[in-house]
């Protein structure tokens, strides 16, 4: 049984901690923290699954993105999901699944309007994503289509939106 809930101040050692350990580098969390530090982070939209013993055990992050278009850069109301993490012990119980579905219904929630990830095409279409491409919209990174994804929370909120994602700067800098 665990619980999913936005992270706390005391947590911070221990969202690195899952990270390090599902990801077996540091690099997510650094991304992390320096995440946290920067105006992308939506301290609401960053989730920990705890145990009933107050064990984290995975985490989920998404940050403010823009969108540069033809016009400009765009604030869209746009998010990015990344990173995400469960502990090598207690994955493929569906932990990583509830936590984006919790993520995005709180995403909806507070007013954000599309969310772009960058992942595996098999993972993330039973959530509601589609190939960004679908949607005009493109990576900042040269990647196949498929594994660069978009959800519109708020159906047909990117119609009028074209162009590339610009990642936070946190993101270029891990
Ligand atoms: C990806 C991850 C967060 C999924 O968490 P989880 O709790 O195991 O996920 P769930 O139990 O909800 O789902 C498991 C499914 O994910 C699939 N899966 C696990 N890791 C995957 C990966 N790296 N890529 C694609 N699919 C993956 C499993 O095959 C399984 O598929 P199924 O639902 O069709 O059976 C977890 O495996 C993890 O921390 N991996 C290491 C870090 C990572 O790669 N994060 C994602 C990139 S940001």
């Known amino acids: 049984m665990y619980t999913i809930r936005a992270e706390q101040p005391s ?26 530090e920067s105006e992308a982070f939506v301290e609401e939209l960053s989730l920990v699954a705890e145990t009933e013993q107050q064990e984290i055990i995975g985490h989920i992050l998404f940050s403010r ?27 493929n119980k569906g932990i990583g699944s509830a936590l984006v579905r919790e993520g995005l219904k709180r995403a909806e929630e507070i ?12 993972y993330y279409p039973k959530f509601g994503f589609i190939p960004a491409s679908e949607k005009g919209i493109k990576p900042p990174f040269d990647v196949s289509d498929e594994v660069f994804m978009v959800l519109e929370l708020d159906p047909g909120a990117l119609d009028e939106v074209e162009g590339t994602v610009r990642y936070p700067d946190a993101f270029l800098e891990v």
Do not use: C, W
Not at 11 to 35: C, H, M, P, T, Y
Not at 69 to 83: I, Q, Y
């Open 65 to 91: 993105i823009r969108i540069e278009t033809e016009s400009g850069m765009v604030d869209s109301h746009s998010l990015a999901l990344a990173p995400m993490a469960v502990k090598p012990e207690s994955q």
């Open 11 to 36: 947590d911070v050692e221990k969202i690195r901690e899952v990270n390090d350990s599902a990801f077996e580098q540091e690099n997510e969390g650094k991304l992390i923290a320096k995440l946290r």
């Open 111 to 122: 007013g954000y309007e599309s969310v772009v990830v960058l992942g595996h095409p098999t």
